[in-house]
């Protein structure tokens, strides 16, 4: 089991960390800014659980993790796109909850393109305007979900489209369950992150290849 906490109002109780068995804490000093829920942590290393911090500093949190991981102050991203990337191309992913309980599966408009493809912008990029039209970026098979500025209509129409607005909860997208289909999110999202290689991240955050692998491979060991 691992946990993940993306913020205070977490998805669940800080109790249940003491169950995990590989905890990665990032830029957090959690030790000394959150000792009540640090307890759990430590809870979790008394059952043997490994313990990985992330972080520019050296901290008590690092003090007391299994080994810790510095890195430059900024560069996150960099990292966790490595570590996305690490499972993507080794197939470590969950792949019975990826496809059935994520968009992993779901597929694209033809018309999308990514970044990676048009120089550091998707497609339906405006320059004039200097904002996208996302109609590309839709799911293929459902209707164009409503723009921003349509999604504050009445009770009636957050019935029908969701609470946020998008496309009719009737329709149903494309998907391809194979996750091979080029266009499907998981494919794209594949795509997106290839180049967050082992090397590039150790450029971007200055973090050891060997350690950035270590990291990568206790989680998906886990």
Known sequence: MGASFGRGGATTF???????????IMGSNMAECHPVGFQWVMEAKLRG?????????????????TFHVPLRAGSDIAFLGGIVNYILQNGREFRDYVVHY???????????????DL?????????????????????EGMDEMASAGQRSGTASRAQTMGALGGATAHASPHQGLTLQHPNCVFQLLKKHFQR????????????????FLKVAETLCAN
Not at 14 to 24: G, H, K
Not at 56 to 63: E, K, L, M, V
Not at 119 to 139: I, M
């Open 14 to 24: 800080q109790q249940d960390l003491q169950n995990a068995d590989c905890i990665v």
């Open 49 to 65: 659980a490994t313990i990985i911090h992330v972080d520019p500093r050296f901290t008590r949190t690092s003090a007391n993790a």
């Open 102 to 116: 994520t968009n992993a599966a779901t597929i694209i408009e033809p018309e999308f393109q990514d970044t990676e």
């Open 119 to 139: 120089g550091g912008y998707f497609s339906g990029w405006d320059e004039a305007k200097h904002r996208y039209d996302n109609s590309s970026w839709q799911y």
């Open 196 to 211: 967050y290689t082992p090397e590039f991240v150790e450029q971007a955050t200055g973090t050891p290849k060997e350690l």
